[in-house]
């Protein structure tokens, strides 16, 4: 080592000078640290794209889009036309629930203009097709502020005997004005080329509704007394 010295002539402090083996060991351990450093950024970048996929795949499998699952496994359909699919309800709401789709990707009925009205005729076919295949009273109808996504019509039996049928939102979703008959909507599309959309106030109140058979003028406390009570309707 050689002393060095300021421009007083005073001796500076001696720095030992690094040999070959120790700079050597230092290139070494830094080495060993990038490496490792790089290993764990392509990790946590790895692991995030990982969460965003996962993210991506729970967000596509909503459960409003189960409709679109459900037209696809042959379990659930019931029939097929040219435009149109009928499937179980999952949950149906009585003896009879099948809900009728269109093959062509139509969100709603506020989406449709007189170009479907050939299309909403042919729900109308497979209406009267089920009906001539049961003994049961039938209604059609699509929920004014749907749940699902798919345009729907709903084929239900009158008799909304269901586990499936638990809460009062469930049977005002049927039996009030929510409720909007297959009829109706067909006559609105040929005279005004749309169907309008119910305002949400409206829709709100109609699920609050106070309680009342559908079959009779009888109004329960609760649902458990008109599950009940609709059994004494059953022939």
Known sequence: MTAQYSSDHTRLPTVPTVGPAVSRSMRLLCDVVNKGLS?????????????????????????????????????????????????????????????????????????LDKSHIELLEEFGDVYKAIQNETDLPLRAGFHAVPSMQRMHMHIISTDMVSPCLKTKVHWNSFTTKHFRPYADVLEELKEKGCVEKMPLELHKNLMSTELQCNQCPYKPKNMPQLKEHLLTHQK
Do not use: C
């Open 39 to 111: 290993k764990e950024t392509k990790m946590s970048k790895r692991s995030a794209a990982i969460t965003v996929t996962n993210l991506n795949s729970k967000k596509s499998k909503h459960w409003s889009l189960g409709l679109l699952e459900s037209m696809k496994d042959p379990e659930n359909i019931v029939k097929k036309t040219k435009q149109t699919v009928v499937i179980k309800d999952k949950y149906p709401k009585a003896k009879i629930h099948y809900l009728v789709l269109p093959q062509d990707d139509i969100n709603s009925i506020y989406k």
